[in-house]
């Protein structure tokens, strides 16, 4: 499911189930089960052109200024956003819950607002009279009349709980406590791939809820710090799609606009991650990389959904919106791209000003819409000066090749759609008459 989190947080991932998805299609009685089998196994969901809609999660704890500013900024470009609205764990079977406030006044330009329930591991009863359903009910009741009594407009109550595969029927009963609250708001649940292949309970449940929302990003854990990696595979997620388009209930597909920093021992063995947030504190030794979701990668997969998709298939939500200083999150011109189904375009590029006094300051931005990250290598010329001195900030190195020319370059850069770095300085002995910026080979 989409795991809410602190600003800063760190934890140790167990290593996962494999996860096998399994290809049907809800058909009636076809005589032996091998045949029935057979037959699930061969069929294709109906394909349709209707427009997808567009959504996104606001999934931060505190709505803080830069996260109003980005709901006010991006609302339109959505047909509804989701917010987070309550996180519930449970100590010793008892509800512990966390509301997050909602009255920011950026919410009440939201024309369709859905209000996400976070629910983490249960073991104990789902039944209509147990504490823990009682507990939801309740919750669900008081967060849909604070938010109305507000003037927000709430269209869905979406549940997020990483229900057992085996507990899926006993999770339905919560579903069935929970719609006529929601009313006249839809009901959703989210839900894995690996879910699907419990056909009878899944279908059941989503017979209890007016929707699904189908998460096709995971992390899974990485052998080393160099093993191939990613959120969101596409071919999976298109299959995961075609599957969960079988059960002919309407559902969207959530996708991967975040990231995250791994964590590896000196000797290479993946022990934890962290989202958004200060840096932890990681033992001495520590070798870290950073993973995030890939535009180009997922690009293709959202214009071949709006070119066509399963009828079952309404709509793409996407988890997150973009803040204004979230490193690890996409930023909105890519964001804003890839939704369009075209992969964004990073344009790195070298700028140098001198000054009367003969002092050239260099700067490299991102000018295009597509994150950038790789090596970056630019020459600069200039005539009617001498140069008198120059250097050179990490991870940028300046090498002299000409009494005119000087060629920077860093092995390794990572630049958002906007952001700007200073990479270096050279001193003239007066202004120059030219200066000339050009990609190096």
Not at 72 to 77: G, K, L, N, Q
Not at 231 to 240: F, S, V
Not at 334 to 349: D, K, Q
């Amino acid at each position: 499911m989409l795991t809410s989190f602190p600003a800063s947080f760190l934890f140790v991932i167990p290593r996962p189930d494999s996860l096998a998805l399994m290809r049907f299609c809800v058909l009636g009685f076809a005589g032996s089960l091998g045949l029935l089998l057979f037959a699930l196994t061969s069929c294709r969901p109906a394909e349709t052109r209707a427009t997808l809609t567009q959504e996104g999660y606001v999934w931060q704890r505190a709505h803080t200024g830069a996260v109003a500013d980005a709901v006010r900024a991006h609302a339109p470009a959505f047909n509804q956003l989701i917010v987070l609205a309550a996180e519930v764990s449970w100590v010793q079977g008892h509800a512990r819950i966390v509301r997050v406030p909602l009255s920011t006044p950026a919410l009440h330009t939201v024309a369709s607002l859905g209000l996400a329930i976070r629910i983490n591991a249960f073991s104990g009863s789902f039944a209509a009279e147990s504490d823990s359903t009682r507990a939801l009910v309740d919750l669900a009741t008081s967060l849909l009349a604070d938010a109305r009594t507000s003037g927000l407009h709430v269209t869905e109550l979406q549940i997020d709980f990483d229900a057992a595969e085996k507990r899926l029927a006993d999770y339905r009963l919560w579903l069935a406590a929970l719609r006529p609250i929601a009313a006249p708001a839809q009901l959703t649940f989210t839900s894995l791939p690996s879910w699907l292949k419990n056909t009878r309970d899944f279908d059941a449940l989503a017979s209890a809820a007016d929707g699904f929302v189908l998460q096709v990003h995971s992390l899974s854990r990485p052998a080393s710090p160099d093993a191939p990696a990613a959120l969101c595979d596409p071919q999976t997620a298109r299959n995961a799609i075609r599957t969960a388009a079988r059960f002919n209930h309407p559902f969207r597909v959530a996708l991967p606009t975040y990231g995250y920093r791994l964590a590896f021992s000196p000797e290479g063995h993946f022990f934890a991650l962290s989202a958004e947030g200060p840096a932890p504190d990681w033992p001495s030794g520590t070798i870290t990389r950073e993973l995030s979701a890939d535009p180009a990668a997922l690009a293709p997969l959202v214009a071949e959904l709006i070119s066509s998709h399963p009828t079952a298939l309404t709509g793409i939500l996407w988890y997150r919106l973009p803040i204004a200083g979230d490193r690890l999150n996409w930023t909105w011109p890519t964001l804003a791209r890839v939704m369009r189904g075209e992969i964004p375009v990073a344009r790195p590029v070298l700028e140098a000003r001198a000054t009367d006094a003969g002092l050239v300051e260099y700067t490299v931005t991102n000018t295009g819409d597509g994150p950038f990250t790789g090596p970056f290598s630019a020459t600069v010329t200039w005539t009617g000066a001498i140069r008198l001195a120059a250097d050179s900030l990490p991870p940028f190195s300046l090498e002299d090749t000409a009494t005119t020319t000087q060629r920077l370059a860093a092995p390794s850069l990572r630049l958002a759609p906007g952001d700007r770095q200073s990479v270096g300085w050279l001193r003239l002995n007066q202004a120059p008459l030219s200066l000339h910026v050009s990609p190096s080979p």
